[in-house]
C-alpha cells in the first residue's frame, strides 16, 4: 500500500524540518566516511543505498519545481527563470536544469510518473526518457515503468521508448503528425561555458524548407 502524499499527510513546515534533518544525516554520514576502511562489498552497498537517496531526491526536485515555476518563487531570490534557479541550486548549467523542468511539468499530467515519483523510484534520466514517451506515445509510460522496476538498464528502456514513440508515429496521420510538430516548434540558445553560443530548434518540413535557404546563404 502506498503511502498518502506529505501535502495531504502533515503541513509543509514539518515536511520542511523533516527533509532539513534527512539531508543533514547523509551530510554528516558522508563527512565522516572513510571508503578505505570498507571492503569492496560494503562500499558496492553503500553506493547502492546513496543511489536510492538520489533517486528519492530527484523525485522530490521533480514533484515541487513546478510549483516554483507556477508561483514564480524563482524570482524572489533574484533569478531570471526557473532553469537559472534550478540550476543554481542543483549545481548543473541552464540547459540541463530546463529539461529537468519541462520533465517534471510533463509528469504532472501523467498519473503513474507522478505516483512513481512519490515512491521516489525515477532518477532524472528516467523521468527525462519516461516524460518524453508519454509526450509521443500516451501510455507507453506504463510499459516503461514496469521495465524500470524489473532492473532494466537505461540503454534497454532507451531502446524500449524508441520502439515505442516510433510504433505511434506509424499510427499517427501524417495530419496529425505535423500538427503534432507545429504544436511543439520551438528555438532554444544559450551561452556556452565553452564560449559562443550553443541553440537547437525543431519545426516541422515545410517551416524547415523556408528556413534553410535562407540559413545556408548565410
Not at 524508441?162 to 505511434?168: E, N
Amino acid at each position: 500500500m502506498h503511502s498518502e502524499p506529505w501535502a495531504v499527510r502533515s503541513g509543509s513546515s514539518t515536511l520542511q524540518k523533516e527533509l532539513e534533518s534527512a539531508v543533514r544525516v547523509i551530510q554528516r554520514l558522508v563527512h565522516v566516511a572513510s571508503p578505505a576502511s570498507v571492503s569492496g562489498d560494503e562500499a558496492r552497498a553503500l553506493v547502492g543505498l546513496f543511489a536510492e537517496a538520489e533517486r528519492a531526491a530527484s523525485s522530490g526536485i521533480a514533484l515541487f519545481s513546478p510549483v516554483v515555476v507556477e508561483t514564480g518563487s524563482y524570482a524572489k531570490v533574484g533569478h531570471g527563470s526557473a532553469a537559472d534557479w534550478l540550476g543554481a541550486v542543483s549545481g548543473s548549467s541552464a540547459g540541463e536544469a530546463k529539461g529537468r523542468l519541462v520533465a517534471a511539468e510533463r509528469a504532472v499530467g501523467v498519473p503513474s510518473l507522478t505516483e512513481a515519483l512519490h515512491e521516489g523510484d525515477l532518477s532524472t534520466a528516467q523521468l527525462k526518457l519516461m516524460s518524453q514517451a508519454a509526450a509521443a506515445a500516451p501510455g507507453s509510460e506504463d510499459s516503461l515503468l514496469e521495465l524500470a522496476e524489473k532492473g532494466a538498464s537505461h540503454q534497454e528502456l532507451s531502446d524500449a521508448a524508441s520502439r515505442l514513440r516510433a510504433a505511434a508515429r506509424c499510427r499517427e496521420t501524417e495530419r496529425a503528425r505535423r500538427a503534432r510538430v507545429h504544436d511543439g516548434r520551438h528555438i532554444r540558445w544559450r551561452q556556452s561555458p565553452e564560449g559562443g553560443i550553443r541553440g537547437e530548434f525543431w519545426c516541422d518540413e515545410i517551416a524547415w524548407a523556408r528556413v534553410a535557404p535562407r540559413l545556408e546563404a548565410e
